[in-house]
């Protein structure tokens, strides 16, 4: 099944059917993608369950693009916020309050958490001590939304971060000074609880200031260029789901010495899998070549959330790593018969298992694992490992540190706006992330690349048009996304972090980029030119209305 | 899916014979680009598809300095722009075709198609009534030329008649040194013009001696923009005449709203566009 999140699925479609969990088997496909339109929002897979138990036959979904747009993966909450914020003169934030109405559509799924999201998530990106939010969710007769990318995020990000820029300029203080001035440090507690244990936020803010040239480009200003800033913050899990927001993976060793994974979180697209390999290999101390993980599948692994809220890294890693370190033990006691020494004497570096200070003398994982195999009471090497972040299940008045950890990031753009068609060319853009420590390069890459890319097209390109409830745009001609050349020229880095809770000190990363970049655009729009378009996406022709108004 | 029986007829003459015997329960294909997406959505309903692909030495192309450039109906997007010709002596063209939507669909869709199928969002019409292009239409009874900006008569709609098929589009040897192309995509580079202008001009000392001016997406067809030629030809090219002469092309279009911009919004950029492109084939002109 096309899913990110199997378990979930799994227990959909045995409630849909009437049938307990354990008759339903989902397998996970290659999943091109989920963004959080494959999170179990829509209804395909329990369409084809009900028709196969029908027909008692193998029945196979594939919707339309149109389909899609209309009854698939939902869309994204639309909202309308008004922020009011105080600061005193020296730039300190002094207090916020926030106005939400959401747009549910006609069912509703996730919407409550997502507009939850928009309200209080960003209070933990810079030092609050009072915030007033009211946040109202209302049904409509438009198509129902679901996840996607950012939860809530990008919509709370484009309002309050237009409105810390504007306080900047009210002010006179340069928006990044004065990010920096409020921007949240280890040990920071949000309104709502949000414990921070890891925030490398001032670090971003350097270092999109150097990789931007912000302070020269201020100090040299062009017509019609302008400078844009916007912090984020994202969670790494989220506690939201039946008290848990943990994970499990088991571990076995083959005979040949090879690692595998079983784990039922699901890989779509992300890299997951490879970043779960490098913790496992990392901890039981073998080549990342010797460890490999099995495809998702609710009869073979131990229940798993699957794959939202940026926490695979974070919590799926943990797990894995605390089953590696449960496999490593046992492979110590084997090996630490055969060499005659103490278990917690041993170390295992490369694929091999020594003696500290005694390289010389080695095993093998696999002779180590045949050995304990091939033998009176034989047994394979097999281990599990579980994880539940240290996060709290928010209460009635949504207080509770709803994560494990939080990542963080800046983001700066320049902007040139043509002043007669009011289009805008992006020059340059530079990120920093903070999401503790890189454990699968490439793939965090691609996770900053891909977050910046759909925020752009948030920010400029996307926009569903509804008449009478219906999507009429429900193509991709008709609705757009930015392609490999809309991407502007681009400058990432990550900050040295460390998140204490994190396996080797990693947390999410994979909403983090897509949260503030609409915000960014429309900052450096606004220091182009001196207007700001007010709802999304920023077209030309309305940044050219705009233009015409102010004369 | 909708059920049609698909043919592949090897010459034109088998292609004539299959065009009289469906008649309006045919169409043809040929990159399909265009036409398989309206089938997926019951726009349109053929009962029998017939594919020009198998005809011999349909996507031509040739070059003579005396002749100009000859293009077999069948030339994909992606050929024409690559042709070594058309980069050399029609560096309009090379730069149109450069631009329409992505090479994956010009390596698929056809000039024949693209031209016969009256759409007035794409590109390459445009440019190539810049170039007084024309195009020749061929039946079982013979052969007929017509100028691109006669071929094009309303949305959709074209001089093309009932068992005629579109065969070659011939463009005269440039003129007119001056060129310049202006595709306004503000959503994404791969998106329909919002605004698509192609104009070709010919200066001597200051004055415009001639001038052609194609625009896209302004209209139920591409327009041929004459009024605006008027203004400019034969009167020195002054900041205000170009301004004149886009002003005056915004009253030969007819936008409409679309998901790309309002008609105001395209009526404003046609002023903005048309000058700016006219400033730039003058300064490529001299």
Known sequence: MNTQTLFNARYRIASALGVPETDVRIIQTAVGGGFGGKSCDDNNALVAAVLAKKARKPVKLINTREEEFLAGCRPRVFMKINVKMGFKKDGHIRAKELKVIADNGAYSAKAPAITGVAAMRHDTCY???????????????????????????????????????????????????????????VGYVSPHGNRVTSCELKQCLDRVEEMIDWKAKRANKQPNTGLGLACTVHVSGKRHFGDYDGSSATIKINEDGKALILSGEGECGQGVHTAMCAIAAEELGVPVEDVEISRADTDLTTFCLGAFASRLTYVSGNAVKNAA?????????QAAEMLEANPQDLISRDGKIFVKGAEGKSLTVSDVARARLFRHNGAPIVGSGSFDAD??????????????????????????????????????????????????????????????????????????????????????????????????PLQHTFADSYEPTGPFGAKGLGELNMDPTAAVINNAIFDAVGVRVKTLPITPEKILRALKEKG | MIRFDYQEPTTLKKAFSLLEKHGDDARVIAGGTSLLIMMRQRLLMPKVVISLTRIPKFDRITYKPNDGLRIGAGACHRDIELSPPVKKHYPLLHETFRKVAQPRIRNMGTIGGNLAAGDPLTDPGASLIALDAEVTLTSSKGQRTVRLDEFFVDYYQTALEAGELLTEIHVPPPERPGWSHIK?????????????????????????????????????????AKKAEAVLRGKPITEAALREMAEVASTECEPTDDNRGSAEYKLDLIKVLVRRAAEEAVQRAS
């Open chain 1, 127 to 185: 030092k609050y001590s009072d915030v007033k939010i009211e946040a109202k969710l209302v049904y409509t007769n438009k198509v129902p939304t679901g996840a996607f990318r950012g939860f809530g995020n990008p919509s709370a990000e484009w309002a309050v971060e237009q409105a810390i820029d504007l306080g900047a300029h009210a002010l006179g203080i340069d928006p990044l000074e004065l990010a920096r001035i409020n921007a949240a440090e």
């Open chain 1, 325 to 333: 370190t449960n496999v490593k033990q046992q492979l110590f006691e």
């Open chain 1, 391 to 488: 996060s709290v299940l928010p209460d009635a008045t949504r207080f509770g540190n709803e994560s494990g950890a939080y990542n963080y990031g800046a983001q700066a753009a320049q902007v040139q706006v043509d002043p007669e068609t009011g289009q805008v060319k992006i020059l340059q853009f530079a990120v920093a992330s903070d999401c503790g420590t890189v454990i699968y390069p490439l793939g965090a890459e691609g996770q900053v690349e891909g977050g910046l890319a759909q925020g752009i097209g948030y920010a400029l390109i996307e926009g569903l048009q509804i008449d009478e409830g219906r999507p009429i745009n429900p193509n991709f001609s008709d609705y757009r996304i930015p392609s490999m050349r809309d991407m502007p």
């Open chain 2, 184 to 224: 306004f995509t503000p959503r994404s580079i791969e998106d329909f013009a919002t605004v698509g202008v192609a104009i070709t001009v010919k200066t001597s000392d200051g004055t415009c001696e001639d001038i052609r001016l194609g625009l896209n997406s302004v209209a139920s067809t591409i327009v041929h």
